[in-house]
């Protein structure tokens, strides 16, 4: 009786809860939040959090054959020995990859991480727009994607980019 109440506590109360980060809470919400906006780009932070990119093509329901036709040749024909694939993943409306705050905010986009990746001052400095927040169970922000707006970035900035010339 003992072990079984161990087993019970462990398995179904404290693994779905303390270990929800580690199981990739969040990835079919964050599916659900791409597919209500099919025309935007998501650029999906990779240095902090780690979604899968097959699990975001799995909820996303994308087609394999196009997933593979988007990746990589060389990585593919390497897949069980080269280990990590190298950044930036694309397919179709996505792509994962770390961001570049010197060009990807000049760039009509929506900007995916967690609160180490886009702090609350770069909101501020950059201009962003939140578009969604997704929380884990216990209450921390596993995702927040933000909209870039690069024309307001250009007006509002003290010093200007020369990405900001090529904007109409």
Do not use: M
């Not at 919400?29 to 902090?48: G, M, T, V, Y």
């Amino acid at each position: 009786c003992f072990s079984l109440r161990q087993l019970y506590n462990a398995y179904f109360l404290l693994l779905p809860i303390h270990r929800a980060k580690y199981w990739d809470y969040g990835v079919s919400q964050l599916a659900e939040e791409i597919s209500k906006r099919p025309s935007d780009h998501f650029l999906i932070d990779q240095s902090n959090i780690k979604p899968s990119y097959i699990t975001l093509a799995f909820f996303l329901r994308y087609p394999p054959q196009k997933v593979q036709g988007e990746l990589d040749p060389l990585a593919l024909s390497n897949y069980y020995y080269s280990g990590e694939l190298k950044l930036p993943i694309i397919f179709g409306n996505i792509e994962l990859s770390r961001i570049n705050w010197e060009q990807d905010v000049y760039q009509g986009q929506i900007i995916v991480g967690d609160n180490l990746a886009i702090s609350s001052s770069q909101v501020q400095e950059h201009r962003l727009e939140p578009v969604f927040v997704i929380k884990d169970i216990l209450g921390e922000v596993r995702f927040q994607g933000y909209k870039t707006q690069p024309k307001l970035k250009c007006s509002t900035s003290k010093i200007k980019s020369s990405l900001c010339y090529g904007l109409k």
